[in-house]
């Protein structure tokens, strides 16, 4: 894996450049692409970057096993803090530019750039996870149903609940995260309208730290907490695992998001108090797009994963998530009434 390590705000564009350069090999980034027959693709990661043992790691995941099964070569970029739509642009003009085939952008806040960089290069494919209003024929966006899993994550909480309070906590107020909000309280209120959801969201654009800072996660789960949650939901990316630390310390419950949290190896200290994660699988999501253009059969256009295709769900690997039968069984109820079209999912507040 050849890894851009994460650069500052000022001079990106020209340490981009360098730092692209040096990271697909001795040649410079016009050349890399004639002078290797090794396939290589990349993705550019989302604010938090990897190891954010959530949304970021699972792209990486994807990455990794095409890298392992499709023989290709792996880039994968930081992106600077605080940066601007032209950071983004430098940045996957010179990933294209180097040879890359497909460029995956990891988050919607890509769209303007792909929107601005995949006209310029035709033969590449580019992907985008979590956005299709930037369409074209290169351009293949992935797109999940979030709401579905967060139905079912709701549906955990209302059953696991002893305080009849439950929490659920959004990195940014976007409209991303409102669907996961969205799913999340009507599944608990489905299940038992007596439960409270206390909900809060600990950034509003354009600040995005939301996403990146666990301190501000994990001081508002404490707050939850003492307003007697006993199980809380964050889908907010690196800030999430600050909530998951403060859910631990008080010995009650969370539920993990994107990836399947109890497994991260980041994590493990608080893995017995992740009941279950609402997972959207974003690792095959970027493994399937670069086998498309692997094969010569490049996916474009929308390409949506739902309950009905095991895109999203809810994970079962944490045992003591498994011995509540009573729980187990009500998302197995939800997850077919979801399916068979018995329960239509909201995809905001």
Same mark, same amino acid.
């Given at each position: 894996?050849?890894?851009?390590?994460?650069?500052?705000?000022?001079?990106?564009?020209?340490?981009?450049?360098?730092?692209?350069?040096?990271?697909?090999?001795?040649?410079?980034?016009?050349?890399?692409?004639?002078?290797?027959?090794?396939?290589?693709?990349?993705?550019?990661?989302?604010?938090?970057?990897?190891?954010?043992?959530?949304?970021?790691?699972?792209?990486?995941?994807?990455?990794?096993?095409?890298?392992?099964?499709?023989?290709?070569?792996?880039?994968?970029?930081?992106?600077?803090?605080?940066?601007?739509?032209?950071?983004?642009?430098?940045?996957?003009?010179?990933?294209?530019?180097?040879?890359?085939?497909?460029?995956?952008?990891?988050?919607?806040?890509?769209?303007?750039?792909?929107?601005?960089?995949?006209?310029?290069?035709?033969?590449?494919?580019?992907?985008?996870?979590?956005?299709?209003?930037?369409?074209? !024929?290169? @351009?293949?966006?992935?797109?999940?149903?979030?709401?579905? %899993? #967060?139905?079912? /994550?709701?549906? *955990? =909480?209302? +059953?696991?609940?002893?305080?009849?309070?439950?929490?659920?906590?959004?990195?940014?107020?976007?409209?991303?995260?409102?669907?996961?909000?969205?799913?999340?309280?009507?599944?608990?209120?489905?299940?038992?309208?007596?439960?409270?959801?206390?909900?809060?969201?600990?950034?509003?654009?354009?600040?995005?730290?939301?996403?990146?800072?666990?301190?501000?996660?994990?001081?508002?789960?404490?707050?939850?907490?003492?307003?007697?949650? !006993?199980? @809380?939901?964050?889908?907010?990316?690196?800030?999430?695992? %600050? #909530?998951?630390? /403060?859910?631990? *310390? =008080?010995? +009650?419950?969370?539920?993990?998001?994107?990836?399947?949290?109890?497994?991260?190896?980041?994590?493990?200290?608080?893995?017995?108090?992740?009941?279950?994660?609402?997972?959207?699988?974003?690792?095959?999501?970027?493994?399937?797009?670069?086998?498309?253009?692997?094969?010569?059969?490049?996916?474009?256009?929308?390409?949506?994963?739902?309950?009905?295709?095991?895109?999203?769900?809810?994970?079962?690997?944490?045992?003591?998530?498994?011995?509540?039968?009573?729980?187990?069984?009500?998302?197995?109820?939800?997850?077919?009434?979801?399916?068979?079209?018995?329960?239509?999912?909201?995809?905001?507040?």
């Amino acid at each position: 894996m050849r890894r851009i390590t994460r650069i500052a705000t000022v001079g990106v564009a020209s340490a981009a450049l360098a730092l692209t350069a040096t990271a697909c090999g001795n040649t410079s980034s016009s050349d890399a692409a004639s002078d290797s027959k090794e396939k290589s693709v990349a993705i550019a990661y989302d604010i938090g970057g990897r190891g954010d043992q959530s949304f970021n790691d699972a792209a990486y995941a994807g990455l990794a096993k095409a890298e392992k099964e499709l023989k290709v070569k792996g880039n994968d970029a930081e992106p600077s803090d605080g940066e601007a739509d032209a950071d983004k642009i430098q940045r996957l003009t010179e990933l294209a530019r180097s040879g890359n085939n497909p460029v995956i952008g990891v988050g919607f806040a890509y769209a303007p750039a792909i929107k601005k960089v995949a006209p310029k290069f035709p033969k590449t494919t580019f992907g985008i996870i979590d956005d299709s209003s930037v369409t074209g !024929d290169n @351009i293949a966006n992935m797109v999940f149903n979030e709401e579905q %899993g #967060s139905y079912l /994550a709701g549906v *955990a =909480a209302a +059953k696991a609940t002893k305080s009849k309070t439950v929490g659920f906590i959004g990195g940014v107020e976007t409209p991303l995260i409102k669907k996961f909000e969205a799913g999340y309280a009507q599944g608990v209120k489905d299940t038992d309208p007596s439960v409270k959801v206390l909900s809060q969201y600990l950034t509003q654009p354009p600040n995005f730290d939301g996403f990146s800072k666990p301190d501000l996660g994990k001081a508002a789960a404490q707050g939850q907490l003492d307003k007697k949650a !006993d199980v @809380i939901y964050a889908a907010a990316g690196l800030a999430g695992s %600050g #909530s998951i630390e /403060a859910v631990s *310390a =008080a010995g +009650k419950w969370s539920i993990g998001v994107d990836s399947d949290q109890y497994q991260q190896a980041g994590l493990a200290q608080y893995k017995d108090s992740i009941l279950t994660s609402a997972t959207k699988d974003v690792s095959d999501a970027v493994y399937n797009l670069i086998k498309s253009v692997a094969d010569g059969k490049p996916e474009n256009g929308e390409i949506r994963y739902g309950l009905d295709k095991d895109g999203v769900g809810l994970t079962d690997t944490n045992p003591a998530y498994v011995k509540l039968t009573e729980v187990t069984a009500a998302v197995d109820k939800a997850k077919q009434e979801i399916i068979d079209g018995t329960i239509t999912v909201k995809t905001a507040p």
